[in-house]
């Protein structure tokens, strides 16, 4: 993990403290996962698409323009009814050179080399420092055996050139994505578009985040692909998918369901009511989670047609579970837990060490710079509740640590968050949005 940042202090926020039982009711934005894996299915279909309500945040305005920079034409516009915003996306013929800053967006640096393979000439992937910590190795690996021409360091990261050939063969290839399930995502995504469409074998011991590997599935069957996969009767840690022409749809982007996070556990920790609109009855997101963990850890939550009410019992209980499939909630369970009425045991999410940060590292020195009394373990964290005071909470640029820090800031007096700018990877208008759900004006930039 990188030291807390030596260099000259970014901006403080004071995260507001909740003089009462919180009562709001929020609109999430998009959600990152739905809008970049369908911006990549919409660029590679054979006729134009629309995406209506995409996610405008820093992951991904970067995949629209990396897209763009290949060729792609991303409008924005209307929905074809006239109603909200949306992105027309025009499939073109894809071109290098061209450069991909990839920032620190998984979905970003893991989804588009399979793409670069696949234009004529070379593409050029550069992004965060953090970027080139990441694992890619699955892809670059993968893709080398399917046929693409790759320069990299040598070390299975951040920086490279895919020297695309404008066509890939495809075919058979086995990966350890115990890493990251997005290598298999990265995979099977742009899989229609390769001559003889791939079979992806996972051969590691574990295999994190099914859920988002769900959502590539049906992502890409909603788009026409035929994929057999191990959950409707294929074979065990294989995907196969066909090579075919893609369709192009129009899809409304569901909220981003790991975004609502903060605000439903600021319904649990304040005792108060959380209503987050338009939460889908049916989704392949791992926020869907969040209805049983934080039932379980207090409180209660009704889906209507308005959308998901959380109502928080006024107690919260630790809990004892295994996010393997849900990592990304981790750093707001985490929050929670560190003001539960007894011990949590987070287990089953190892990788999170290689995320935007090392999130374990990250939440144990954070939390514990508040008083708090967290140890890692071989795969999780163990959290057990102190009374906490105030301090520096610092992100690590990481929007899951700076939403967790002010999930802790509602319950505890005098938290600044270090670098609450850092939310715009997926959330950009978070300070906003947490300053309208308590009732107060929006105090970001007061120190900036
Ligand atoms: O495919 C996706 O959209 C994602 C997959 C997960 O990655 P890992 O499997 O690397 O954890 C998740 O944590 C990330 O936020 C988004
Ligand atoms: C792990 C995450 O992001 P990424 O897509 O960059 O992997 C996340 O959003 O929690």
């Not at 051969?203 to 599935?217: K, N, Q």
């Not at 975004?259 to 556990?265: D, E, G, K, T, V």
């Not at 600021?266 to 969040?290: H, M, S, Y």
Request: glycine residues 12%; aromatic residues 4%.
């Amino acid at each position: 993990m990188t030291e807390a940042p030596a260099h000259p202090a970014p901006a403080l926020w004071p995260a507001p403290y909740a003089t009462g039982a919180v009562e709001a009711t929020v609109t999430v934005p998009g959600s990152k996962s739905v809008t970049n894996r369908a911006l990549v299915l919409a660029a590679l279909a054979a006729e134009p698409g629309w995406l209506r309500r995409p996610l405008r945040s820093r992951d991904s305005l970067l995949m629209a323009e990396a897209l763009r920079s290949l060729g792609v034409g991303i409008e924005e516009g209307v929905g074809p009814d006239g109603e909200g915003e949306a992105w027309r996306v025009i499939p073109a013929g894809l071109h290098g050179p061209a450069t991909v800053d990839v920032g620190n967006a998984g979905t970003v640096m893991r989804f588009l080399p399979p793409v670069a393979a696949l234009a004529d000439g070379p593409v050029r992937f550069d992004g965060d420092p953090r970027s080139y910590e990441r694992p890619l190795h699955g892809v670059i690996d993968a893709l080398r055996t399917l046929g693409a021409r790759i320069d990299d360091d040598g070390r299975g990261a951040l920086p490279l050139t895919v020297h695309g050939g404008g066509a890939l063969d495809g075919g058979s290839v086995e990966i350890d994505a115990s890493a990251s399930s997005q290598f298999v995502s990265a995979l099977l995504l742009s899989a229609p578009r390769f001559n003889q469409g791939v079979e992806v074998r996972h051969v590691g011991s574990r295999l994190p985040s099914m859920p988002h590997i769900r959502m590539t599935v049906d992502m890409l069957r909603a788009v026409g692909a035929q994929v057999d996969e191990p959950e409707t009767g294929g074979e065990p840690n294989v995907w196969r998918v066909t090579s075919s022409a893609l369709l192009g749809r129009d899809l409304v982007v569901e909220p981003d369901l790991s975004n609502a996070q903060p605000f439903l556990a600021a319904a649990l920790i304040t005792g108060g009511r959380v209503t987050v609109r338009d939460w889908p009855e049916r989704t392949t997101q791992p926020g869907d989670a969040l209805r049983r963990i934080f039932t379980e850890m207090g409180g209660a939550c009704e889906l209507t047609d308005l959308g998901l009410t959380f109502t928080g019992s006024g107690r919260i209980h630790g809990i004892d579970v295994d996010l393997s499939e849900v990592g990304e909630l981790t750093p707001g369970i985490a929050a929670v837990a560190a003001l539960a009425d007894s011990p949590s045991t987070l287990r089953g999410v190892a990788h999170l060490r290689l995320h935007e940060t090392d999130r374990l590292a990250a939440l144990t020195r954070e939390i514990n710079g508040l008083g708090g009394d967290v140890t890692e373990t071989e795969d999780g964290l163990h959290i057990r509740p102190r009374t906490l005071h105030g301090g520096t909470f610092h992100t690590y640029d990481d929007h899951r640590m700076a939403t967790a820090g002010s999930i802790i800031g509602l319950a505890v007096k005098g938290v600044d968050i270090e670098n609450v700018a850092t939310t715009a990877k997926t959330l950009p208008d978070f300070p906003a949005m947490w300053a309208a759900m308590l009732g107060l004006p929006d105090t970001t930039g007061a120190d900036s």
